[in-house]
Protein backbone atom coordinates (compact mmCIF):
# COMPACT_ATOMS: atom_id res chain seq x y z
CA UNK A 1 0.00 0.00 0.00
CA UNK A 2 2.71 2.32 1.18
CA UNK A 3 4.49 1.58 -2.82
CA UNK A 4 1.15 2.91 -3.97
CA UNK A 5 0.94 5.70 -2.60
CA UNK A 6 4.38 6.59 -3.44
CA UNK A 7 3.42 6.12 -7.15
CA UNK A 8 0.88 7.77 -6.86
CA UNK A 9 2.68 11.00 -4.95
CA UNK A 10 5.10 10.79 -7.68
CA UNK A 11 2.43 10.60 -10.53
CA UNK A 12 0.76 14.09 -9.37
CA UNK A 13 4.16 16.19 -9.38
CA UNK A 14 5.36 14.85 -12.16
CA UNK A 15 1.89 15.88 -13.69
CA UNK A 16 2.06 19.36 -11.90
CA UNK A 17 5.48 19.84 -13.08
CA UNK A 18 4.70 18.94 -16.78
CA UNK A 19 1.75 21.45 -16.65
CA UNK A 20 3.30 24.15 -15.25
CA UNK A 21 6.78 23.93 -18.19
CA UNK A 22 3.89 23.66 -20.38
CA UNK A 23 2.12 26.86 -18.81
CA UNK A 24 4.99 28.80 -18.94
CA UNK A 25 5.97 27.96 -22.19
CA UNK A 26 2.68 28.55 -23.98
CA UNK A 27 3.01 31.99 -21.92
CA UNK A 28 6.47 33.38 -23.33
CA UNK A 29 5.60 31.91 -26.47
CA UNK A 30 8.79 29.52 -26.93
CA UNK A 31 6.76 26.27 -27.46
CA UNK A 32 3.54 27.30 -29.17
CA UNK A 33 5.44 30.41 -31.08
CA UNK A 34 3.37 33.63 -32.12
CA UNK A 35 1.59 32.11 -34.74
CA UNK A 36 -2.09 32.40 -35.25
CA UNK A 37 -4.37 31.52 -32.39
CA UNK A 38 -5.67 28.25 -34.17
CA UNK A 39 -2.32 26.45 -34.26
CA UNK A 40 -1.86 27.95 -30.39
CA UNK A 41 -5.01 25.88 -29.46
CA UNK A 42 -3.80 23.02 -31.48
CA UNK A 43 -0.75 22.44 -29.78
CA UNK A 44 -2.44 23.46 -26.76
CA UNK A 45 -5.51 20.55 -26.81
CA UNK A 46 -2.36 18.18 -28.18
CA UNK A 47 -0.28 18.61 -24.76
CA UNK A 48 -3.00 18.55 -22.65
CA UNK A 49 -4.37 15.16 -24.27
CA UNK A 50 -0.81 13.91 -23.78
CA UNK A 51 -0.95 14.90 -20.25
CA UNK A 52 -4.71 12.74 -20.08
CA UNK A 53 -3.75 9.83 -21.50
CA UNK A 54 -0.42 9.41 -18.71
CA UNK A 55 -2.50 10.12 -16.16
CA UNK A 56 -5.39 7.40 -17.21
CA UNK A 57 -3.00 4.97 -18.03
CA UNK A 58 -1.42 5.57 -14.38
CA UNK A 59 -4.75 5.35 -13.18
CA UNK A 60 -5.58 2.14 -14.47
CA UNK A 61 -2.18 0.94 -12.99
CA UNK A 62 -2.64 2.02 -10.03
CA UNK A 63 -6.36 0.73 -9.64
CA UNK A 64 -4.91 -2.85 -10.74
CA UNK A 65 -2.35 -2.45 -8.23
CA UNK A 66 -4.54 -1.60 -6.07
CA UNK A 67 -6.72 -4.61 -6.22
CA UNK A 68 -3.60 -6.91 -6.26
CA UNK A 69 -2.95 -5.70 -2.90
CA UNK A 70 -7.03 -6.33 -1.54
CA UNK A 71 -6.97 -9.62 -3.26
CA UNK A 72 -3.76 -10.85 -1.03
CA UNK A 73 -6.15 -9.67 2.13
CA UNK A 74 -7.19 -13.17 4.01
CA UNK A 75 -9.32 -13.45 6.85
CA UNK A 76 -12.88 -11.63 8.22
CA UNK A 77 -12.43 -7.62 7.94
CA UNK A 78 -11.90 -6.08 10.56
CA UNK A 79 -10.63 -9.59 12.26
CA UNK A 80 -7.05 -9.29 14.32
CA UNK A 81 -4.30 -11.11 12.82
CA UNK A 82 -1.20 -11.99 14.85
CA UNK A 83 2.04 -11.72 12.68
CA UNK A 84 5.09 -13.57 13.54
CA UNK A 85 6.28 -10.54 15.82
CA UNK A 86 3.09 -10.38 17.84
CA UNK A 87 4.25 -12.13 20.46
CA UNK A 88 7.52 -9.99 20.93
CA UNK A 89 5.65 -6.83 20.48
CA UNK A 90 3.38 -7.72 22.86
CA UNK A 91 5.90 -8.36 25.32
CA UNK A 92 7.69 -5.04 24.18
CA UNK A 93 4.64 -3.09 25.06
CA UNK A 94 3.97 -4.54 28.45
CA UNK A 95 7.51 -3.22 29.21
CA UNK A 96 7.15 0.16 27.78
CA UNK A 97 3.47 0.48 29.34
CA UNK A 98 5.71 -0.61 32.86
CA UNK A 99 8.08 1.86 32.70
CA UNK A 100 5.90 4.78 32.06
CA UNK A 101 3.38 4.24 35.20
CA UNK A 102 6.57 3.77 37.32
CA UNK A 103 7.95 7.26 36.01
CA UNK A 104 4.60 8.70 36.72
CA UNK A 105 4.70 7.23 40.75
CA UNK A 106 8.47 8.31 41.01
CA UNK A 107 7.35 11.84 39.70
CA UNK A 108 4.39 12.04 41.93
CA UNK A 109 6.79 10.63 44.93
CA UNK A 110 9.61 13.11 44.05
CA UNK A 111 6.77 16.11 44.04
CA UNK A 112 5.93 14.63 48.00
CA UNK A 113 9.36 15.09 48.91
CA UNK A 114 9.67 18.55 47.05
CA UNK A 115 6.97 19.92 48.71
CA UNK A 116 7.35 22.32 51.65
CA UNK A 117 4.15 22.12 52.70
CA UNK A 118 4.33 18.47 54.02
CA UNK A 119 5.38 17.09 57.03
CA UNK A 120 8.74 15.22 57.46
CA UNK A 121 6.56 11.68 58.31
CA UNK A 122 4.72 12.36 54.76
CA UNK A 123 8.29 13.16 52.97
CA UNK A 124 10.13 10.19 54.47
CA UNK A 125 6.89 7.94 53.86
CA UNK A 126 7.76 8.74 49.82
CA UNK A 127 11.37 7.95 50.31
CA UNK A 128 10.40 4.81 51.46
CA UNK A 129 8.39 4.29 48.55
CA UNK A 130 10.64 5.46 46.02
CA UNK A 131 13.62 3.25 47.42
CA UNK A 132 10.72 0.21 47.18
CA UNK A 133 10.04 1.31 43.42
CA UNK A 134 13.53 1.45 42.72
CA UNK A 135 14.25 -2.51 44.54
CA UNK A 136 11.42 -3.96 42.60
CA UNK A 137 12.68 -2.32 38.99
CA UNK A 138 15.90 -4.02 39.89
CA UNK A 139 14.36 -7.40 40.92
CA UNK A 140 12.45 -7.51 37.76
CA UNK A 141 15.66 -6.08 35.56
CA UNK A 142 17.42 -9.15 37.37
CA UNK A 143 14.60 -11.91 36.78
CA UNK A 144 14.29 -11.25 33.29
CA UNK A 145 17.97 -11.64 32.88
CA UNK A 146 18.10 -14.83 34.72
CA UNK A 147 14.92 -15.81 32.80
CA UNK A 148 16.63 -15.06 29.34
CA UNK A 149 19.82 -17.08 30.07
CA UNK A 150 17.60 -19.98 30.06
CA UNK A 151 15.92 -19.41 26.67
CA UNK A 152 12.82 -17.20 27.74
CA UNK A 153 14.57 -14.33 25.78
CA UNK A 154 11.32 -12.60 25.48
CA UNK A 155 9.35 -11.99 28.88
CA UNK A 156 8.03 -9.12 31.14
CA UNK A 157 8.05 -9.35 34.45
CA UNK A 158 5.72 -7.56 37.02
CA UNK A 159 6.31 -7.69 40.92
CA UNK A 160 4.67 -5.65 43.54
CA UNK A 161 5.15 -6.44 47.43
CA UNK A 162 3.92 -10.49 47.54
CA UNK A 163 3.05 -11.57 43.62
CA UNK A 164 4.64 -11.96 40.57
CA UNK A 165 2.85 -11.59 37.18
CA UNK A 166 5.34 -13.19 34.15
CA UNK A 167 4.49 -12.87 30.68
CA UNK A 168 6.88 -15.04 28.18
CA UNK A 169 6.58 -16.19 24.98
CA UNK A 170 6.62 -19.86 24.55
CA UNK A 171 4.22 -22.17 22.45
CA UNK A 172 4.01 -24.42 25.84
CA UNK A 173 5.05 -24.40 29.06
CA UNK A 174 5.92 -27.67 30.93
CA UNK A 175 6.20 -28.57 34.52
CA UNK A 176 9.79 -28.11 34.23
CA UNK A 177 9.55 -24.65 32.44
CA UNK A 178 7.04 -23.14 35.28
CA UNK A 179 9.48 -24.52 37.76
CA UNK A 180 12.42 -22.68 36.60
CA UNK A 181 11.01 -19.79 36.40
CA UNK A 182 9.38 -19.97 39.95
CA UNK A 183 12.64 -21.04 41.25
CA UNK A 184 14.33 -17.82 39.84
CA UNK A 185 11.99 -15.15 41.06
CA UNK A 186 12.07 -17.18 44.68
CA UNK A 187 15.65 -16.54 44.96
CA UNK A 188 15.28 -12.72 43.65
CA UNK A 189 12.39 -12.30 45.70
CA UNK A 190 10.80 -13.35 48.61
CA UNK A 191 7.37 -13.86 47.08
CA UNK A 192 5.82 -17.24 47.42
CA UNK A 193 5.83 -19.69 44.40
CA UNK A 194 1.97 -20.28 44.89
CA UNK A 195 1.49 -16.03 44.32
CA UNK A 196 3.46 -16.54 41.32
CA UNK A 197 1.47 -16.21 38.03
CA UNK A 198 2.87 -17.66 35.18
CA UNK A 199 1.40 -16.62 31.49
CA UNK A 200 2.58 -17.78 27.98
CA UNK A 201 1.80 -16.27 24.66
CA UNK A 202 2.90 -17.32 21.36
CA UNK A 203 2.78 -16.64 17.53
Known sequence: MK????????IIATLAVMIAIAGYLNYSGILFGETDDGTAEANADLASQELLDISQEDIETST?????NDSEVEGTPGEAVLTNGAAETTVAQAKVTREQVRAENKETLQSII??????DAEK???????VEITQIAEQEAAIETLMSSKGFSEAVVSLDADS?????KADELTDANRAQ???IVTRKTEVAPENIVITPIHE
Open 164 to 168: ADIVV
Open 124 to 130: EDAVAQM
Open 3 to 10: RIFRKNQI
Open 181 to 183: IED
Open 114 to 119: DNTNLS
Open 64 to 68: EDIES
